[in-house]
T-cell receptor
Framework: GQQLNQSPQSMFIQEGEDVSMNCTSS?????WLWYKQDPGEGPVLLIA?????ELTSNGRLTAQFGITRKDSFLNISASIPSDVGIYFC?????????????FGQGTTLQVKP | DADVTQTPRNRITKTGKRIMLECSQT?????MYWYRQDPGLGLRLIYY???????NKGEISDGYSVSRQAQAKFSLSLESAIPNQTALYFC???????????????FGPGTRLTVL
């Protein structure tokens, strides 16, 4: 069953505001990935994290791999209307590199112009 | 041209029918995956394949089968479709990089399947 808890489930914010979402697990993960899905499309990779404590940015997006290896967060700064979509975290549990990802339930983001 | 393509993009079928969803990739990746997406549940892994001769069950493989016809092609079959298999299906690929673990997966556009 589902092993990643992603929150919040949905957010409705004003353009220009910062956004934060996170994923937590009771198990250790050795990889955290963040994806965005636009309506009618497949998920697109935003950021990949491979080391505990790692902080990585991609434009206005910043994600961190938690020190405990059981959580990760994604921040979006100065949101714009095109940030609208569903954001998913995904992780791979250790040990080994099986390539099997477990996905969070998703955070639906709506941005009001 | 898209790196990962799926056909068909939409399909409506009846209970009991056999359905095949196809996936092709031009990324040259060895690893391919099939997921289904249901509202509020994220994506769940159905089957995955690390090369043409290596196929593995995922989290929810019951009622599904797969075929890896070539490195670039991975198809998903529903032998006898049932209504609770109505979902959005995604194919994905990934490359096991020589520099170390590389779990980044690249997704196709999805197939919306409705079973009546």
């Amino acid at each position: 069953g589902q092993q990643l808890n992603q929150s919040p489930q949905s957010m409705f914010i004003q353009e220009g505001e910062d956004v934060s979402m996170n994923c937590t697990s009771s198990s250790i993960f050795n990889t955290w990935l963040w994806y965005k899905q636009d309506p009618g499309e497949g998920p697109v990779l935003l950021i990949a994290l491979y080391k505990a404590g790692e902080l990585t940015s991609n434009g206005r997006l910043t994600a961190q791999f938690g020190i405990t290896r059981k959580d990760s967060f994604l921040n979006i700064s100065a949101s714009i209307p095109s940030d609208v979509g569903i954001y998913f975290c995904a992780g791979q549990r250790s040990p080994g590199n099986t390539g099997k990802l477990i996905f969070g339930q998703g955070t639906t983001l709506q941005v009001k112009p | 041209d898209a790196d990962v393509t799926q056909t068909p993009r939409n399909r409506i079928t009846k209970t009991g029918k056999r359905i095949m969803l196809e996936c092709s990739q031009t990324k040259g990746h060895d690893r391919m995956y099939w997921y289904r997406q249901d509202p509020g549940l994220g994506l769940r892994l159905i089957y995955y394949s690390f090369d043409v001769k290596d196929i593995n069950k995922g989290e929810i493989s019951d009622g599904y089968s797969v075929s890896r016809q070539a490195q670039a092609k991975f198809s998903l079959s529903l032998e006898s479709a049932i209504p609770n298999q109505t979902a959005l299906y995604f194919c994905a690929t990934s490359d096991f990089g020589l520099a170390g673990p590389n779990n980044e997966q690249f997704f196709g556009p999805g197939t919306r399947l409705t079973v009546l």
